[in-house]
């Protein structure tokens, strides 16, 4: 008899290909909902490292948060993103933190993508501000991070470094 871990939330991948003419709302693809350990390292193992992808983002949210900005649970709140050049390892760790529940229940999903460089974004629901600084420097220090930025999903100048 195989022993199963199940997760307290149910997560959902998202894969976004930004080399396409469709809507934005239309280009993200659902991969994979993941409602065990065992199920998230099956999927991890079997996906492509996301450094050899180009102009496309993953996203990996609660089940029932969409990966957009418009979503209830994600509006009049905002996310906190780092850029990385190590993007496979810290693609990895961010999401055995979010999938851990290691850093708050406040957390609706994480993506990463590529720009300039690759960026990684662990988004929250509305918080109060101290909830939010609290939120970031636990992802600073889980994460080993020097610099955290947090970006107002409505309001994408009023933004602040932790």
């Known amino acids: 008899m195989l022993i199963s871990h199940p997760l307290e939330n149910i997560w959902v991948f998202h894969f976004q290909n930004k080399n396409t003419s469709k809507s ?3 280009a993200i693809q659902r991969i994979y909902e993941v409602k065990t350990v065992e199920g998230f390292w099956r999927l991890y193992s079997n996906l492509p490292e996301f450094n050899r992808l180009d102009n496309c983002s993953f996203y990996l949210f609660k089940k ?6 418009e979503d209830p649970k994600n509006r009049g709140s905002g996310r906190f993103l780092f850029d990385c050049e190590e993007v496979v390892k810290f693609w990895k760790f961010s999401q055995l933190a979010v999938i851990g529940e290691m850093i708050s229940d406040k957390i609706c999903g994480v993506s990463c993508n590529k720009k300039n460089l ?5 988004w929250i629901e509305k918080s109060s501000e101290e909830e939010i600084h609290l939120i970031g420097n636990t992802i600073k220090k889980e994460l080993n991070l020097i610099k955290l930025i947090f970006v107002n999903h409505s309001d994408k100048h009023k933004y602040f470094v932790i």
């Not at 029932?64 to 900005?69: A, L, S």
């Not at 690759?118 to 662990?122: G, P, Q, T, V």
């Open 118 to 122: 690759y960026n990684i974004s662990f």
């Open 24 to 26: 934005w709302d239309s």
């Open 64 to 69: 029932g948060i969409k990966p957009d900005w």
